[in-house]
């Protein structure tokens, strides 16, 4: 990736890293290297994260957007935790 980015100042130093990580050259970016999304998952910034309530979506989320289909939403959801259970578990 070229260009250039600021990090606000209330970034911990672990999402620092993270997205340091994640904005790397593709070759050494967080996630295509050796341990794939499992890499991600163990960052120290998901550190006490509970992944496995994403899955089950026991989670509170701390915003609702207002959206206008649902039915289409749901099915987007859906289809995306279907795709990422297959990294999260």
């Known amino acids: 990736m070229k260009g250039t980015y600021d990090i606000p100042d209330n970034f ?3 999402l620092i890293d993270l997205v340091s990580r994640l904005l790397s050259p593709q070759a ?3 996630g295509r290297t050796q341990g794939g999304v499992r890499k991600i998952r163990k960052h120290a910034w998901f550190e006490g994260f509970n992944w496995q309530g ?3 979506r026991e989670i509170k989320v ?8 649902l039915e289409k939403v749901s099915i987007f959801v859906h289809g995306m ?3 990422w259970s297959f990294y999260l578990t």
């Open 81 to 83: 935790l279907t795709l």
């Open 28 to 30: 050494q970016r967080l």
């Open 62 to 69: 701390p915003h609702v957007p207002k959206l206008g289909n």
């Open 54 to 56: 994403l899955l089950d």
């Open 12 to 14: 911990s130093r672990a």
